[in-house]
């Protein structure tokens, strides 16, 4: 069985992402692989699921009926390189990840993780827009 | 009315648009370092010392003001909303404004934090600018005896009474002086703790010892802790107007009151500081309150944001008190204000007011400025404090390195400055680690050299008869009340555990039972 790695963060954004790719699942009869990670660098990381956060997504995830399973925790490396890492480990066929707007300036300061995924990606990559 | 014209004359320097400029930008800073925990206002004025050189006067100390009354304010924003206080004297605020936030009233907390410390803050720098210029008026008169009976009060409040342990105060402090009397002696020319290396013959400036202990031993502190995962922040709903309800104002406006005037006092004395009189603001409040509201202590209630926010932006006007008019700081910023004011060759003390009068009036007016900024500033902007907290550590602590390294060589433009400061960096983390206080030995560091100097002055016109530090009637009241100081505190600081363990208490099953 094939695995879809998400890239996912508790917003509406991630929510998106997430709701894409279960659709993907069903059409592909994959497995998810759902990353969350934080360096636990900062003190406030909004990208970053809590316990409700995760009990929620298990929640989606059991509701859509998809076989799935979740990395969430504090990592070494950057949210990118934790999604990367996943992929290649699980061999996975596709990534999912969404996308939004980013000023070049805030790109520049704190890079992007969509950027970095999409042009290091073994396989093919889904960007979901903000719905 | 002198006074009064002078603080007008204060005013017309201080709404100069450039300087309403300074205030600004002070009070920003200052705001952004109180909602980062670790990153205090001495820490900022520290780093900020030598960047402000090629400043006048007036301007460096209005900043500076600034960063000190808006660290205050910033405090209060991550006690609420976070739950982990930005500095010491927030601590009492995340007790009710946490969970104010959590059963949803994050608003009404911010909003009753602000207020507060606007009105208490304006009504201090009122009492401030009456009171301090009769102290000074009293400080003329004193002599060297008295300032050295002063200065042991200082030394010895300072260093046993701020930190958890009286004896790692002290050895702080005596590191501090160790620090102080490095370098050649004054009066005898001979070198002291030098080593014999010429590096040292001029002393340890200051300036490295803050940097140091500050920012590089905090940044070694934090680099070293395990990783924790990051809180949650709470988010706060509605718009910044609809905040205060009619209730909330009927219930804050006595606390308000009351933290002030228990603010004031206990910061003008050497052994306040602002973190006492928000412990006592708290235990007021919660004494006072009847029925209902009294349940709701532990459980949010505004009365316990109020009382406390207002106590420490009062306790913040006060510290000023003894800073001005005795040349004597009781905290570590206050520390760190005394080292700019030295840095411009302004010596404060009795004198001050009559020789740096137009300074010291624009100091003053530039408070109440910065006050009115930060009421302005503070409530529309939550959103953008909020987010500085998203800033990742590394970028933080690597700019705050090269800030401190910069700093310490512009000193003396020598690279041994910058090996200087990594070993008191070292040092400083040693000492936050093991959990020794830091401000004594800034303020024995900065106090150390006037205290010998008034110290051989007295003994020198006793003709060396030890027995002159006591037999002046001045001084004799100063030790008496230092005895009073340490009696009082000692059984506050009994009263302060008790109540910290009936506050955890109430979170266990058990706890409510004994309670109800």
């Not at chain 2, 976070?82 to 946490?98: F, K, Q, R």
């Not at chain 2, 507060?116 to 002599?143: C, D, K, M, N, R």
């Not at chain 2, 008191?424 to 936050?432: A, E, P, S, Y």
Request: net charge neutral; hydrophobic share 50%; proline share 5%.
């Amino acid at each position: 069985m094939s695995t879809i790695v998400v890239g996912y963060v508790p917003n509406a954004l991630g929510d998106a992402a997430l709701a894409a790719a279960i659709d993907e699942a069903g059409r592909r009869a994959a497995k998810l692989l759902v990353v969350n990670a934080t360096r636990a660098d900062r003190l406030v990381d909004p990208g970053y699921a809590d316990a409700a956060d995760v009990t929620r997504l298990e929640a989606v995830l059991h509701g859509a009926g998809v076989g799935f399973s979740i990395r969430h925790g504090i990592s070494d490396g950057l949210p990118a390189e934790e999604v990367l890492d996943a992929a290649e480990e699980s061999g996975a066929e596709l990534i999912v990840i969404g996308v939004r707007n980013r000023t070049p300036v805030g790109k520049l300061l704190l890079g992007s993780t969509a950027q970095t995924i999409l042009l290091s990606a073994p396989c093919n990559v889904l960007a979901v827009r903000q719905p | 009315m002198d006074n009064f014209y002078a603080l007008l004359e204060g005013f017309s320097v201080a709404m100069q648009p450039i300087y309403l400029l300074y205030a600004l930008g002070g009070v920003l800073v200052g705001t952004a370092v109180g909602v980062l925990p670790g990153i205090g206002p001495a820490m900022t004025v520290a780093l900020l010392m030598p960047i402000t050189y090629s400043l006048e006067p007036t301007a460096a100390i209005i900043v500076f003001a600034g960063i000190y009354y808006g660290g205050m304010y910033g405090g209060s924003t991550t006690s609420i909303l976070l739950n982990t206080p930005g500095e010491s004297a927030s601590i009492v605020t995340a007790l009710e404004g946490n969970r104010m936030a959590k059963a949803g009233r994050g608003a009404a907390a911010l909003a009753t934090a602000a207020i507060g410390s606007f009105i208490a803050g304006t009504i201090a720098t009122v009492l401030l600018s009456f009171v301090a210029p009769y102290v000074a008026a009293f400080a003329v008169q004193i002599g060297p005896v008295e300032y050295v009976a002063l200065m042991v009060v200082a030394f010895l409040t300072v260093g046993a009474l701020l930190g958890a342990s009286v004896l790692r105060g002290l050895a702080s402090l005596g590191l501090g002086l160790f620090l102080a009397f490095m370098g050649v002696d004054l009066m005898t020319g001979q070198q002291r703790y030098t080593f014999g290396s010429p590096f040292l013959a001029d002393g340890i400036d200051v300036v490295l010892v803050a940097v140091g202990l500050f920012a590089l031993g905090e940044a070694l502190y934090v680099a070293s802790r395990l990783r924790h995962g990051p809180v949650k922040v709470i988010p706060v709903t509605g718009g910044w107007t609809s905040w205060m309800k009619k209730e909330d104002w009927k219930r804050s406006w006595k606390p308000w009151l009351r933290g002030t005037f228990i603010g004031f006092p206990i910061g003008t004395m050497p052994a306040g500081g602002a973190d006492v009189a928000t412990f006592l603001s708290y235990a007021a409040e919660k004494k006072l309150a009847k029925g209902t509201h009294k349940k709701q202590f532990g459980r949010g209630a505004i009365e316990g944001v109020a009382g406390p926010e207002s106590a420490n932006n009062a306790a913040a006007a006060g510290v000023l008190v003894p800073l001005l008019t005795l040349g004597i700081p009781t905290t570590a910023t206050a520390a760190m204000m005394l080292v700019a004011f030295q840095r411009y060759n302004i010596q404060p003390g009795p004198l001050l007011f009559e020789v740096e009068g137009a300074l010291v009036w624009a100091l003053i007016a530039s408070l109440y400025v910065g006050n009115l900024m930060l009421l302005v500033l503070n409530l529309p902007l939550v959103g953008i404090w909020v987010k500085i907290l998203q800033i990742p550590r590394p970028y933080l602590y690597a700019g705050i390195l090269v800030f401190a390294a910069l700093g310490a060589f512009s000193v003396n433009f020598t690279p041994v400055d910058v090996f200087v400061l990594l070993v008191i960096g070292v040092l400083g983390f040693v000492m936050r680690r093991y959990g020794y206080p830091i401000a004594p030995l800034v303020v024995g560091m900065i106090l150390g050299p006037i205290f010998e100097s008034q110290l051989r002055r007295s003994l020198a016109i006793s003709q060396g008869d030890p027995l002159a530090l006591v037999s002046t009637p001045i001084a004799a009241g100063i030790y008496i009340s230092l005895v009073v100081i340490f009696v009082l505190s000692f059984w506050m600081k009994k009263r302060q555990r008790l109540m910290e363990s009936a506050t955890l208490d109430d979170e266990s099953p058990r706890g409510k039972e004994v309670s109800a």
